[in-house]
């Protein structure tokens, strides 16, 4: 069960960078608990011990503070599977260099996965609370750290089906966990620009065509490729949509219609077409973090774009002129059923 001692501590990385290491050297060194490689004895030294603490308590400091946490985690995001490679490398039982090499890609390979489960929960957790519950978050990390470290080294059976259990699911809901990290990450990043420019009173924009200019100009040509024979581009929208973890979508407002584009993994966006005439509910909220923009055809099928908090000016913009090019193509009294809403009437 020498596994579970090695990829325990690789995955305990993950979530903390130093205190498994720190621990693993003071079990070393005090106790007859467990042993490490020759080539690692460095970690025992007065040095490393030294070290380790004082990085230990910054870390577990630091993940106390709202967006303090972000910056440390986004630094430590290529050290964790450092530490986990070298907590593995320093306790699998092998003196092949091959088998050395292997077994260390494989403890950071556990370690970075960690970091992107417990970086997506954070992020989510300063989405949703403000960073409220961060500190609860990182109080109970740390003692899952400790935990875990203890039932490497004393309990390596039951550590190496956490990892394994772990490794499954990671492998079941690891490609929602990259979108929803990346969705997190790049909506708090743009209410921080969006802050920085209210700090600096920075002009909001005059007219949706603008937001043309926010795309880099490859994407532009792209997406305007699916415009009809003199069909207009009025602005584009970038955001996300909720499908199985948060997708990279864009809003096109044309001359004719709205479109839809939806990024797919190696293939062409998915394009969606909604007449405006079919529009009967334009709508937007405010989420603090981020801005949502809602849409209802008269077929009762809803659209929502999360829009990142900096582009929640041209996503206002996008609802006016979405109600005006709804009411000029409403069908005429009598002609459509009854909606019970006015065309592209607003919610917010």
Known sequence: MAMGLAWGLALSSGLNTYLPLFLLALLVRYTQAVSISP????????????????FTLLEVLAEKFPLVDHVWDFLHTALRPVAGALATGATVPTDNPSELALAMLAGGTLATAAHSAKSSVRVLSTSKSLGV????????EDLTVVAGTLLSVYAPWIMLGVVLLFALLFALFGPWLVRS????????????????????????????????????PERLRSLSAELGPGEELLGVLSGWRRSRGPRRCWLLLTSRRVLVAERRLFRKPKFTAIPYGDLVVAAERNFVLFWRL????????????????????????AVEKIRELARLAAPEPGTAPATGSSPASATS
């Open 294 to 317: 809602d849409l209802l055809t008269r077929h009762n099928v809803s659209y929502a774009l999360m829009l990142a908090k900096i582009s929640a000016a041209f996503g206002a913009l």
């Open 39 to 54: 080539r690692f004895q460095w970690l025992l030294s007065d040095e490393a011990l030294i070290i380790l603490g004082v």
């Open 181 to 216: 990290l990346s969705f997190n990450l790049q909506i708090v990043v743009a209410w921080l620009r969006w802050l920085g420019r209210k700090v600096r009173r920075a002009p909001a924009p005059a007219t949706l065509r603008e937001s043309l200019f926010e795309l880099p």
């Open 133 to 140: 519950a961060n500190p609860v978050l990182s109080l109970g």
